[in-house]
């Protein structure tokens, strides 16, 4: 008999004997975090605990065990003179992993460690599986990352100390970065995640169909051009924290669905945003660790402002010897890579190929650049939704961010002019048709809103996933999302 047929019949025994084994509420008193900081203060009260059952010692007469909650961790003592002949037999019913409710009074063993006496106890909840096996120490471990990401529950309750502080500093992170932005004036809103054509960044969506309406939709890869259509109406200073989805490969800095903020401000540029972005991450670092100061992958960086700022031309041709600009067509540049030992992709026009470059110098753990930095003023063909640089045509005002290998974000000063939007869209169309299926779709409805009229205006879209695994050390995206797309078992 296995593990889980052992606790079937466990199961059985249990409803034949009249006890429901998952009844509908608790009467619990205290967390057992609460029931320890306030033990002094409890002395001699009774209390209700409730928590998973994560270790067990039979002595006989006696048992020692412990329970855990969402708070933390206390040990239990059931004595058959305490509970009673008929709850201390009844605890041959209990497993490892049962939710189980107990009620007595504190006390302090022989061995100084705080624990309550039980004198009644009740399940809460049978588990019907075995929780993960316990590793040196007697501690529960569950190691294969596999597993772990799968089975997520399994992970937090088997490695809690490690994994559920990331996933609370996530949660922190989004409440600061949403405290920031309204103290900044912003608006939070929400847009469309079915779209009827995706835009606003470089990416193959996710399609899915309509029944009633007979047509096909698409699950939103970026939220910008709706919120862009926000401005036109007078609502100057507007964020989504959204989630997004981008048909696109699994590896340690992607994952398909994710999460993103974007904001946008009217009468801003991209200088404005850059400061309004480091002074976002840094009060997001210190509302997470309580200082700007971080180690990433090996390197110590400070995302206190100001952030360095640097030219791509200039940080491209630093790092790998290419002036792009000295090479004004793709087959130069696509010759001249090749001559550096890049590979360059057939399908791909000239300003992915320095996409390609970048990438190269500021992303992953070879990454050349590691202090928090802007790169800015990017190339017009890079960027068919930013405004061109005055007095310099073929230069975009867009920045990115980047910080120890991973970037972090992506700015615009967007462009509001809809004849030259609309040149831009006409082009992504020309590289889409020679093979570049990432390239940005003709959104005419979107050009009837720049037709009405965008103020100046500037605007980011900033990585929450990335964010959260620079401020707490993780070298993997699925370390940060609760439940990462994986692939079929």
Excluded: C
């Amino acid at each position: 008999m296995d593990e889980r047929e052992a606790r079937l019949e466990k199961l059985a025994a249990i409803r034949a004997a009249g006890v429901d084994p998952y009844p509908t509420t608790s009467q619990r008193t205290h967390t057992t975090a609460e029931a320890l900081e306030r033990y002094d203060d409890v002395g001699d009260q009774t209390i209700t605990l409730a928590g998973r059952l994560t270790r067990w010692r039979d002595m006989g007469r006696s048992v020692f065990a412990h329970i855990e909650d969402g708070d933390g961790r206390i040990q239990l003592n059931f004595r058959r003179d305490v509970v009673g002949d008929e709850e201390f037999a009844r605890l041959k019913w209990l497993d490892l992993g049962d939710t189980i409710e107990v009620t007595g009074t504190l006390f302090t063993t022989k061995t100084g460690e705080r624990t309550l006496k039980v004198e009644h106890w009740r399940l809460l909840a049978k588990s019907l599986r075995p929780l993960p096996a316990k590793g040196a120490g007697g501690e529960m471990k569950l190691f294969d990352a596999e597993t772990r990401r799968r089975k997520r529950y399994l992970d937090l309750i088997a490695n809690r100390a490690e994994v559920a502080p990331v996933f609370l500093a996530r949660s922190r992170a989004i409440a600061e970065l949403r405290a920031f932005m309204h103290s900044r004036g912003f608006v939070e809103v929400e847009t469309p995640v079915l779209q009827p054509l995706y835009g606003g960044a470089t990416a193959r969506p996710f399609t899915t169909h309509h029944n009633a309406l007979n047509r096909e939709l698409y699950l939103r890869i970026a939220p910008e051009l709706y919120l862009k259509r926000l401005v036109v109406g007078g609502l100057e200073r507007v964020f989504e924290v959204a989630r997004n989805f981008r048909n696109e490969g699994i590896d340690g800095f992607h994952n398909p669905e994710f999460t993103m903020m974007e904001a946008y401000q009217a009468y801003a540029d991209y200088q404005g945003i850059m400061e309004l972005v480091e002074a976002l991450i840094a009060a997001v670092a210190v509302a997470v660790n309580g200082t700007t100061r971080v180690e990433y992958a090996g390197a110590a960086i400070d995302l206190a402002p100001p952030w360095r700022r640097v030219p791509l031309r200039e940080a491209i041709a630093e790092h790998t010897g290419i002036d792009y600009d000295q090479f004004p067509d793709r087959e130069s540049l696509a010759a001249v890579m090749r001559a550096h030992g890049f590979a360059v992709d057939p399908r791909l026009a000239r300003g992915r190929l320095i996409d390609d470059l970048k990438d190269a110098i500021v992303k992953g753990p070879e990454a050349m650049i590691k202090e928090p930095t802007f790169l800015f003023d990017y190339p017009r063909d890079l960027s068919p939704l930013a405004k061109m640089k005055p007095g310099a045509p073929e230069t975009a005002e867009r920045f990115q961010a980047f910080a120890a290998g991973l970037e972090l974000g992506n700015a615009f000063t967007e462009l509001n002019d809809p004849l030259d939007q609309r040149a831009r869209f006409e082009d992504q169309m020309r590289q889409r048709a020679a093979g570049d299926d990432e390239a940005q779709m003709l959104d005419e409805d979107y050009i009837e809103a720049l037709e009405v009229g965008l103020p100046p205006t500037g605007g980011v879209g900033i990585g929450v996933d990335r964010l959260v695994m620079l401020l707490t050390g993780q070298e993997s995206i699925r370390e940060v999302i609760l439940f990462p797309t994986m692939r079929e078992q």
